[in-house]
């Protein structure tokens, strides 16, 4: 028998399955909801930790227990792509708390602000909502009470704080901190003795899977700029051409060019406007980068005659940045001539690899290496 299960397979089920829940949760919203665009659906479960206070009256209801505080937490969010803020996404929430002695039940809705790192493509996100929490006593804390208040209302406010990390184009693992605050009051009489538990919020941890369904303000997966990031993820989709990137598909900190030319010629134009990957424009286009422009040679000639070339090579380099408007603290020159060879076999092949300059490429602020 197959066991195999993959992430595709996982994104088909998930669409099944959210899509019936859209489908439920949409039923029940406000007409002027349906012009929002639905971004994503998420399914979250976690550890809830009540918080709580307790008063006595006459010494309280003797028989009465302390309430459960730990238990867990099931947690299910619409959330659509607003057309009021570029800056803010409204969402849908249905949360179900569960203790060993009580649940409470927030429905609510609110607004979120998702991050994008340059370096990564994991998105923070924090959010703010408000709802209406719904308290029920499963158990009562004695068989002796007088009498209990068993439900109990209270308007809730919501803080959560977490992060998605892409697993597939639709699929994310949803992590998430929240903290519901609430007033909720239950009283057990006995005699003459009253205890009232205080229920005041909730913290929790979740986690979960997220569906991100297509939407025309999205892009189709595809990737633009051909970096091998997908536009989903592309934090810089306009990277150009043969531009080494991290994961966020941006260019990464540190890269290095390396430009090779015939013999004992040099065309800096020719080769600094490299078909593939265009020196000039990338430092224009990225003023946080700069480079640092090393010359080499071949072993053909004396030493001497090549530490000058290579040398000559990385000053008609940086002359060529400069005359193309960038500015000369953001480019430095090394000379090395025919040490480092990339390859020490004998030929033309090996000698065309040897003669080059190397372009290093790396954040001003880390410096050169």
């Not at 913290?203 to 939407?215: C, K």
Request: charged share 25%; hydrophobic share 35%.
């Amino acid at each position: 028998m197959n066991l195999t299960f993959n992430i595709s397979d996982m994104d088909v089920l998930l669409k099944k399955i959210l899509s019936y829940h859209f489908v439920f949760v949409v039923g029940f919203l406000p007409n002027p909801l349906f012009a929002l665009e639905t971004d994503k659906i998420s399914l979250k479960a976690g550890y809830s930790r009540a918080i709580e206070d307790r008063s006595d009256t006459n010494g309280g209801s003797s028989d009465a227990l302390d309430p459960g505080n730990d238990g867990f937490i099931i947690n299910t969010t619409a959330m659509f792509n607003s057309q009021y803020s570029d800056y803010f996404d409204t969402y849908l929430d249905f949360a179900w708390l569960q203790y060993t002695d009580r649940k409470v039940i927030i429905p609510g809705l609110g607004i979120v602000h998702s991050a994008e790192l340059e370096d990564s493509a994991i998105q923070p996100f924090i959010g703010a909502g408000v709802g209406y929490a719904f308290m029920y006593l499963d158990d009562s804390p004695s068989a002796k009470l007088d009498s209990i208040d068993r439900n109990g209302q209270s308007v809730v406010f919501t803080l959560q704080a977490g992060a998605d990390i892409p697993l597939s184009e639709s699929l994310s693992l949803d992590l998430t901190a929240r903290y519901d605050m609430y007033n909720i009051d239950s009283s057990f009489l006995q005699d003459s003795g009253l205890t009232i538990v205080k229920d005041r919020g909730a913290l929790s941890v979740l986690a979960g899977l997220s569906y991100h369904f297509d939407s025309p303000s999205r892009s189709n997966y595809v990737d633009e700029d051909f970096d091998g990031v997908t536009r989903n993820l592309d934090r810089c989709p306009d990277t150009l051409i043969n531009v080494p990137v991290n994961e966020a598909g941006c260019p990464q900190y540190r890269f290095n060019i390396n430009l090779s030319f015939n013999f004992a010629k040099f065309g800096i134009d020719d080769i600094v406007e490299h078909p593939d990957f265009n020196a000039a424009e990338f430092l224009k286009k990225n003023t946080q980068y700069s480079v640092r422009i090393i010359g080499y040679t071949d072993s053909k000639g004396s030493a001497s005659f090549n530490e000058k070339l290579a040398k000559k090579r990385a000053i008609e380099a940086k002359q060529y940045f400069l005359d193309k408007g960038v500015s000369a603290e953001r480019v430095a020159i090394l000379g090395r001539g025919e040490r480092e060879a990339l390859r020490n076999s004998k030929g033309e092949d090996s000698d065309l690899a040897n003669r080059r300059i190397k372009l290093e490429f790396y954040r001003t602020e880390l410096g050169a290496e």
